[in-house]
C-alpha cells in the first residue's frame, strides 16, 4: 500500500490549494479514505472523509463550507479542494485509509500547507 500527497505550499490567507492523494497496492475503489492535518506542535486532527463511492463526505466543523473532499476512482486518486484559507489551516496534511472510528490503517508521507501573508 503507497500514499502519496501533493499539492501542499504557501499561500495568503484567503485563497486556494489543491491537495491530491496518489494510491497503488490495494483496491482503491473499495475503501473509505480521508485527510487528516497536524499543526505545528498539535496533535492529529481529522479534516475529512468520504466513502468508497464517493456519494458520502464527511467534514470537520472548523473546515465545512470552505473544503471538498472529491476522488476518482478511475484514476485512484484522492482529492482536497481548500478554500478561503486562513493561518489556522497551517499544517502538514495527510491521506489516509480509514478503517472504522478513528482508525486509519495507512498513512501518506504528508503535504505542508502553510497560510500566511
Known amino acids: 500500500v503507497q500514499l502519496v500527497e501533493s499539492g501542499g505550499g504557501l499561500v495568503q490567507p484567503g485563497g486556494s490549494l489543491r491537495l491530491s492523494c496518489a494510491a497503488s497496492?490495494?483496491?482503491?475503489?473499495?475503501?473509505?479514505m480521508s485527510w487528516v492535518r497536524q499543526a505545528p506542535g498539535k496533535g492529529l486532527e481529522w479534516v475529512s472523509s468520504?466513502?468508497?463511492?464517493?456519494?458520502?463526505?464527511y467534514y470537520a466543523d472548523s473546515v465545512k463550507g470552505r473544503f471538498t473532499i472529491s476522488r476518482d476512482n478511475a484514476k485512484n486518486t484522492l482529492y482536497l479542494q481548500m478554500n478561503s484559507l486562513k493561518p489556522e489551516d497551517t499544517a502538514l496534511y495527510y491521506c489516509?485509509?480509514?478503517?472504522?472510528?478513528?482508525?486509519?490503517?495507512?498513512w501518506g508521507q504528508g503535504t505542508q500547507v502553510t497560510v500566511s501573508s
Open positions: 489516509a485509509r480509514w478503517v472504522a472510528g478513528d482508525y486509519h490503517d495507512y
Open positions: 497496492g490495494f483496491s482503491f475503489s473499495s475503501h473509505y
Open positions: 468520504q466513502n468508497n463511492g464517493g456519494g458520502s463526505r
